[in-house]
C-alpha cells in the first residue's frame, strides 16, 4: 500500500484540477524507473485508466496506481509534499530504500 499524506492530497488536488483531472476519479500512477544518481528513480503522472498488472489503492481519497513491476519498490511508501522556500516538492518516504541521493528524486536498495 501507498499511503497519500494531506499536504501531498492538497498539491495533487491543485495540480490534477490544473491539467483536467479530478481527485477522486482520476488516478495519481506512482512508479520506479532505472536512471538517477542512486539507479532508481520515481515517476509520478496522473492517469484516467489502469492497465493489467497494475495495483489500485486509495488513500486519504487519493486514487493511486502502481505497475506490478514498481510496487515491489513502493510497498510501504508514503507520498508527502513539502513546499515553502526550501521545499522540495513531492517527497517519496520510501522504507524500503537503504540509500537515496542528496536531493531524494532517487535511491537504491
Known amino acids: 500500500m501507498i499511503k497519500v499524506s494531506e ?4 498539491k495533487l488536488a491543485e495540480l490534477m484540477s ?14 520506479v524507473k532505472s536512471g538517477g ?4 528513480s520515481y515517476e509520478l ?10 495495483k489500485v489503492f486509495e488513500d ?3 486514487k493511486i ?6 510496487f515491489l519498490y513502493l510497498v510501504g511508501t508514503t ?8 521545499g522540495k516538492g513531492f517527497v517519496f518516504n520510501n522504507p524500503n530504500a537503504q540509500r537515496t541521493c542528496g536531493c ?4 537504491s536498495l
Not at 45 to 54: I, V
Open 7 to 10: 499536504t501531498a492530497k492538497k
Open 18 to 31: 490544473d491539467d483536467g483531472y479530478t481527485v477522486g476519479n482520476d488516478f495519481v500512477r506512482v512508479g
Open 37 to 40: 544518481c542512486s539507479g532508481l
Open 45 to 54: 503522472k496522473f492517469d484516467r485508466e489502469t492497465t493489467e498488472g497494475d
Open 60 to 62: 486519504n481519497d487519493v
Open 65 to 70: 496506481i502502481v505497475d506490478k513491476r514498481s
Open 79 to 86: 507520498l508527502e509534499y513539502s513546499g515553502g522556500l526550501n
Open 104 to 107: 531524494g528524486e532517487s535511491f
